[in-house]
């Protein structure tokens, strides 16, 4: 959390409000927020544009960009006032973005112009877009893959935008058991993934994302998600498609949640 639909809601706020304005100053005041960064960008100039990978937010300028990753508990305010997990200040001519974040697993990071498609390409491809040939590559990767398919999903550098809850709801829809191996999967296992991952971030997006009850998403403009209403399997105990109960269990750490009736083991 925030996973791509959290990232997507925020950035259809931040755009029309940001895009066109001049940056005055900013400052990042944190140096676990700052790690990436070893330059910081000095002719600052107007926002051109507001875009997304993965779970990266992506402010484009004249000669620089900046990357917003908000990691596990990252946020982004408008106009509102700093607090003590205020990381980041941005002063816009108009009005001030700020980044908080309580874990700071999140990171904001300057990148030229020139060097920036190279950073992206480290992300793998955005799973809203995903291409025939990325769909033939990220199954040949999958065929090689001594993982779970749960971690390989996971893993943001074979294709972008998952994090623990929408895999949780993406395997549940497509049938699949959270620890099969990846390798083992076929070619209509992959084809039930990639259709069910665009089906259950576009219900997201369409939700404004997922506030769990700990209510640490919420959007810029102070509103919550509201795709928790429609979640099927992530935090709940009994399966909605048989009614059969769910089971809870841990890979590496993560809640996975199960049903054994309608989620099949494959390896
Ligand atoms: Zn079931």
Redesign the pocket.
Known sequence: MPELPEVESIKKIVSPVFIGQKLIKYSVNDERTNRFNTANPRNLGVLLDVSRKGKVLDFTFNDYSIFFHLGMSGRIDINSKTNKHTRAEFIFNKDCLFFDDIRKFGYIKFTSNQLKDELLQLIGPDILELSIENKRNILKKGQNSKVTIKNFLLNQKNMSGLGNIYVNEVL?KANIHPLSSTEKLNKNHWKRIFLYSKKVLTLAINNNGTTLDDMTYFLPNGSYGSNQKFLNIYNKNT??????K?DKLYIDNRSSYV?????FLIN
């Open positions: 549940h399966c909605n498609k048989c009614k059969n769910i049903c054994k009736k309608c989620q």
